[in-house]
């Protein structure tokens, strides 16, 4: 199993910045890609960032110029800095990974538990 440890979500006056870090762990298993997703109370959850292994990002169109994912492989950690926020920007961000054991494996998801993010106007 591979298991997400996400951390840096809190609370932050609008136009400040936060950092939110995901740290995949799982012996044996190989980290495709990444992301990041975000559910606000009463909304769908939505994509936020994704990030290949190679370091190819997409972002949500509404978020981009403000908000920045990376990563480390050999951390086998995903970033996502935030800045200027927003209100609207309060949710739950949750990370996701792709894993697999080998190259005959099947890539499986595996989802962190979450972590809050609330933005005070």
């Known amino acids: 199993q591979v298991q997400l440890v996400e951390s840096g979500g809190g609370l932050v006056q609008a136009g400040g910045s936060l950092g939110l870090s995901c740290a995949a762990s799982?012996?044996?298993?190989?980290?495709?890609?990444m992301a990041w997703y975000r559910q606000a109370p009463g909304k769908q959850r939505e994509l936020v960032a994704s990030?290949?292994?190679?370091?190819?990002?997409n972002y949500s169109d509404s978020l981009k110029g403000r908000f920045t994912i990376s990563r480390d492989n050999a951390k086998n950690t995903m970033y996502l800095q935030m800045n200027s926020l927003k209100p609207e920007d309060t949710a739950v961000y949750s990370c996701?990974?792709?894993?697999?054991?080998?190259?005959?494996?099947?890539?499986?998801?595996?989802w962190g538990q979450g972590t809050q993010v609330t933005v005070s106007s």
């Open positions: 996701t990974v792709q894993a697999r054991r080998s190259v005959l494996s099947e890539w499986r998801d595996y």
């Open positions: 990030i290949s292994r190679d370091g190819t990002t």
């Open positions: 799982g012996s044996g298993f190989r980290i495709g890609a």
